[in-house]
Each structure stands twice: as C-alpha cells, then as structure tokens.
C-alpha cells in the first residue's frame, strides 16, 4: 500500500519569504501523480499544484513549484513570496494509475505566516 | 458549475441517533468519495463510488456506516447509532474520469459533533 509523509508538522515563515514544505511517498508503481491540496480555515480543500510521474519538469504554479525527485520518492513544495493568505493546512496526497483516482493523503503541515 | 454541494454544514445529535449526510457532486463526474477529517487520524478515505456503484468501501470503520449513491447527482452517508467518537468533519468529493491527474473537487465539508 501507499504511503505518504510529512514530516514536518508545522512551519512558520515571514511574509514575503519562501518556505518548503516536505512529501516523501512509498509506492512500487512507476506511473502515478501527486499533488497538494491547501485547507485553510475555512475547511476547504483547494488544489494547489499537481505532477505527473512522467514528466521530469517540476510544475509551476504562480508563487508555487514543486521539487520533485522521483527516485527520492520525494515531492516538496516551494511557496515564493509568502503572503499572509498562504497561512493554511498543506497536505500532499498520491494518486496511482491504476487507482481510481483515489487518493492517499499525508499527515498534513500547518505553515504560520509571521507579518 | 456550484461544485461539490453538502448538507448540512454542521450537525450536532446525541449519541445513538441517526445522522444522515447528503453531497451533490460536480455535474458529470464519475467518481464520489467520502471522506473523514480528524485530528487523530487526519484524512482518511471511507468509500468511493464509480458510475454510481460502489468500488471501496474499505475504508468504512464499521457496520454503522453506510453509503449510498441512488443516482449520479446524489449520495449519502448515514451512520446508525451514532457515537460520539465519529465526531469528525465529513467530506465528500467528486472527480472526472481516470484520464490524466484528474484532481478531486472537495464539498465545503459537514462538522458532526455526537454528544
């Protein structure tokens, strides 16, 4: 089965500054995506960014990239610019080929933005 | 399109009652998943639809919960007693199609307190 992690309960980071947040994974499969979702207070979950496996490019989104190395099994999350907005739930979460498109969630990281 | 739609937003109900959750997913999506938020055990899937058929419900934690999808525009998730360990915010979510990274559309999320 697979697993996502992140090891990083909370992280604080000043506005305007650019923070990471950390994903590791487990899976067997070669084919597969990943993405982060944000969850601010308001309880909504909203797609921040998403990769696909096969492609080597990072993805980028406006303030937000990616780092993903899939030999590593890793997938961090780059926030440029921090703004006061970005303070949220961040949770990374995979999803297999073959799966339905279910998705497995990690533990989720709590980022603070200090003004 | 108003995206995922869920009644209520908040339910409070004595132990041993039943509750009934209802979702409206996205118009044209094939996939409804349900969802469950706690600070415990962070997100975890219950069950998942496809075409209106159930294809997972591993995830359901006993014999008290259940799901139904009667047709492609609604679904339901009861639980019969109710405890106050389900305590938790709902989610239901849907999705199109496996083709691509297709990213899940969350409701804004049902807050059931089981006193």
């Known amino acids: 089965a697979q697993t996502v992690t992140q090891s990083q309960p909370e992280m604080s980071v000043q506005e305007a500054e650019t923070v990471t947040l950390s994903c590791t994974y487990d899976?067997?499969?070669?084919?597969?995506?990943l993405f982060w979702y944000k969850q601010p207070p308001s309880r909504q979950m909203i797609l921040v960014i998403r990769?696909?496996?096969?492609?080597?490019q990072n993805a980028t989104e406006n303030r937000f990239s990616v780092n993903f190395q899939k030999a590593a099994k890793s997938f961090s999350l780059k926030i440029s610019d921090s703004q006061l907005g970005d303070a949220a739930m961040y949770f990374c979460a995979y999803r297999g080929n073959n799966a339905g498109n279910m998705l497995t969630f990690g533990g989720g990281t709590r980022l603070m933005v200090k003004p | 399109d108003a995206g995922v739609i869920q009644s209520p937003r908040h339910e409070v109900t004595e132990m041993g009652q039943e509750v009934t959750l209802r979702c409206k997913p996205i118009?044209?999506?094939?996939?409804l998943f349900w969802y469950r938020q706690t600070m415990m055990r962070g997100l975890e899937l219950l069950i998942y639809?496809?075409?209106?058929?159930?294809?997972?419900d591993s995830g359901m934690p006993e014999d008290r919960f259940s799901a139904k999808m009667p047709n492609a525009s609604f679904s339901t998730l009861k639980i019969q007693p109710s405890e106050p360990r389900d305590s938790a915010v709902y989610f239901c979510a849907s999705s199109p199609g496996t083709s691509g990274g297709n990213e899940q559309f969350f409701g804004p999320g049902t807050r059931l307190t089981v006193l």
């Open positions: 639809f496809n075409n209106n058929v159930p294809i997972d």
């Open positions: 118009s044209g999506h094939d996939y």
């Open positions: 899976t067997s499969e070669s084919d597969y995506y």
């Open positions: 990769q696909e496996a096969y492609k080597q």
